[in-house]
T-cell receptor
């Protein structure tokens, strides 16, 4: 079946630095990808919708200058946490929409997630 | 606005017993409904989804869910729970991406 890959799975960075997380659709093209954030023992919160070739759409309360999203190709979206601080430490998950035909069409697939720890 | 409610934060069942996890939603149109499972420190795995058609949906790992429009519910069921089913379960509603998740229900399985 379709697979969405996230990299890195774990990352530790110093406060004030930036870190990039990649989300790739491995066997389908995804014009739309989504970024979620999950704090420990909480649910997933949609941060932004990433659209290939255009600007991302951010949810209310999400700082677009802090969480930079780039969707330069049909199989890759990146989330860059700029000037990271300890409160940005969280589990970040991406998803991609397979709009192809067949039984997998119009289905959302999630990546395995990326743990970010800012020290 | 769309929203998802999972009334049960934590459920404990004995291995071999039946399971039902509740999910209620609020959505302006016919929703797309999903159930995901998440093991500790892991990503999400899709158990099943409902788009249209038969309101009883079969998923992986022996799970099923029933869409009841009149009750705005999409409850997840399993006839006999295995110890490996212990995890966090999330109900989600959306239209192919702009998904909203419930708070999750943590399932503990007793031997």
């Amino acid at each position: 079946g379709a697979v969405v890959s996230q990299h890195p799975s774990w990352v530790i960075c110093k406060s004030g630095t930036s870190v990039k997380i990649e989300c790739r659709s491995l066997d389908f093209q995804a014009t739309t990808m989504f970024w979620y954030r999950q704090f420990p023992k909480q649910s997933l919160m949609l941060m932004a919708t990433s659209n290939e070739g255009s600007k991302a759409t951010y949810e209310q309360g999400v700082e677009k200058d802090k969480f930079l999203i780039n969707h330069a190709s049909l199989t890759l979206s990146t989330l860059t946490v700029t000037s990271a601080h300890p409160e940005d430490s969280s589990f970040y998950i991406c998803s991609a929409r397979d709009t192809g035909t067949g039984s997998s069409g119009n289905t959302i697939y999630f990546g395995e997630g990326s743990w970010l720890t800012v020290v | 606005a769309q929203s998802v409610t999972q009334p049960d934060i934590h459920i404990t069942v004995s291995e071999g017993a039946s399971l039902e996890l509740r999910c209620n939603y609020s959505y302006g149109a016919t929703p797309y409904l999903f159930w995901y499972v998440q093991s500790p420190g892991q990503g999400l795995q899709l158990l099943l989804k409902y788009f249209s058609g038969d309101t009883l949906v079969q998923g992986i790992k022996g799970f099923e869910a029933e869409f009841k429009r009149s009750q705005s519910s999409f409850n997840l069921r399993k006839p006999s729970v295995h110890w490996s089913d212990a995890a966090e379960y999330f109900c989600a509603v959306g239209h192919l991406g702009d998904m909203r998740f419930g708070a999750g229900t943590r399932l503990t399985v007793k031997p």
